[in-house]
């Protein structure tokens, strides 16, 4: 059996009007799915939300090229947490731009909090930047590695499976 592709990212939001227009207004995403579970059905999912007596909104937004966001609004809402990076667990999500200079300076000029200019490794250029909520965002520009990920990932990656990763499998 083979997994066809990553689905979405989850992200808990403190307010999902703001989410929503956040995402609309700075990367292009559009909300394509709302859906409210009452404090029934959060109860009943005890085990996997650990939470009592708390309604959850949530909502699919999509990029652009197909890439998908799920956000979710607690009532009563909860407190967020900073992201502790040295634990196990989501740390961020990354979205794939042409030029992330340009998208640095643009959403710089907006107000947008970044951690540092743009950096390269290896020939692909990255920034992070963080949400309303704080949730970490890397821009990248893969330039040729997109080619080589997106399109001959797969034969590269069998190929490594063979030989310098062999170990892992």
């Keep these: 059996m083979k997994i066809k592709s990553l689905s979405h990212v989850g992200l808990t939001v403190s307010n999902f009007e703001s989410a929503v227009k956040f995402y609309s207004e700075t990367f292009g995403f559009k909300l394509i799915s709302e859906q409210l579970l009452d404090k029934d059905q959060v109860n009943e999912l005890y085990n996997l939300y650990g939470l009592k007596d708390t309604k959850i909104r949530l909502g ?57 200019e743009p950096q390269n490794t290896d020939g692909t250029d990255w920034v992070f930047m963080k949400d309303p909520d704080g949730n970490l965002i890397e821009l990248i520009d893969l330039k040729i590695n997109y080619t080589i990920i997106r399109i001959l990932g797969g034969i590269a990656g069998s190929i490594m499976k063979k030989s310098k990763f062999k170990s892992y499998y």
């Design 60 to 116: 699919f937004l999509r990029a652009p090229k197909g890439g998908v966001i799920e956000i979710f609004e607690f009532y009563p809402s909860l407190q967020a947490k900073n992201t502790i990076w040295n634990k196990p667990g989501l740390t961020h999500f990354t979205l794939d731009v042409n030029n992330v200079n340009k998208w640095y300076r643009r959403l710089k000029e907006k107000g947008i909090y970044f951690y540092s």
